[in-house]
T-cell receptor
């Protein structure tokens, strides 16, 4: 199946700074790229998504960029706050018939006060 | 809106025993997924249902795992017999119309096999 590589596995930033998490993939038919946030012991929740016909999408402090040629997409969080501390997962939907998401291994984001 | 309900929240069993998990998706959601999340990893799709039919079960270990979705609503996932490596959180998710719409996750069932 499709693989998605996510980096870094852990990211520590000072409160107020920006955080960037990157994912790369191999299947050029992939066409839907969501990002999920999972706090400790809780369910994954969708925070932003992007489709293959769009290069960038923003929602307040969160943005996602997609480079289909290079096959990578990134999550950008600006003005980080303590409540941003969590594990973030990128995911993608391949262009094949099945609709289940393939997830990256996750990035543990730590916001230092 | 009510979320995806799962039970039990926690389960501890000995290896070779059997276990079943239950999921009630959001009302009206035709698509239901079961994911396995091993500690420190991202969720891995086990099986996807569209109404009560299986769309994808390519990653389901069918020698020990089974799932059903009767009447296109609730679903159960069973493991028989369990192995130590089955220890994980089992997440159920549902969506309105397949992967291109938002998938809502339940709280999950944390399974420990000893």
């Amino acid at each position: 199946g499709e693989n998605v590589e996510q980096h870094p596995s852990t990211l520590s930033v000072q409160e107020g700074d920006s955080a960037v998490i990157k994912c790369t993939y191999s299947d050029s038919a992939s066409n839907y790229f969501p990002w999920y946030k999972q706090e400790l012991g809780k369910r994954p929740q969708l925070i932003i998504d992007i489709r293959s016909n769009v290069g960038e999408k923003k929602d307040q402090r969160i943005a996602v960029t997609l480079n289909k040629t290079a096959k990578h997409f990134s999550l950008h969080i600006t003005e980080t706050q303590p409540e941003d501390s969590a594990v973030y997962f990128c995911a993608l939907l391949s262009g094949g018939g099945a609709d289940g998401l393939t997830f990256g291994k996750g990035t543990h984001l730590i916001i230092q006060p | 809106e009510a979320g995806v309900a799962q039970s039990p929240r926690y389960k501890i069993i000995e290896k070779r025993q059997s276990v079943a998990f239950w999921c009630n998706p959001i009302s009206g959601h035709a698509t239901l997924y079961w994911y396995q999340q091993i500690l420190g990893q991202g969720p891995k799709l086990l099986i996807q249902f569209q109404n009560n039919g299986v769309v994808d079960d390519s990653q389901l270990p069918k020698d020990r795992f089974s799932a059903e979705r009767l009447k296109g609503v609730d679903s159960t996932l069973k493991i028989q017999p369990a192995k130590l490596e089955d220890s994980a959180v089992y997440l159920c998710a549902s969506s309105l119309g397949g992967g291109r719409t938002e998938a809502f996750f339940g709280q999950g069932t944390r399974l420990t096999v000893v």
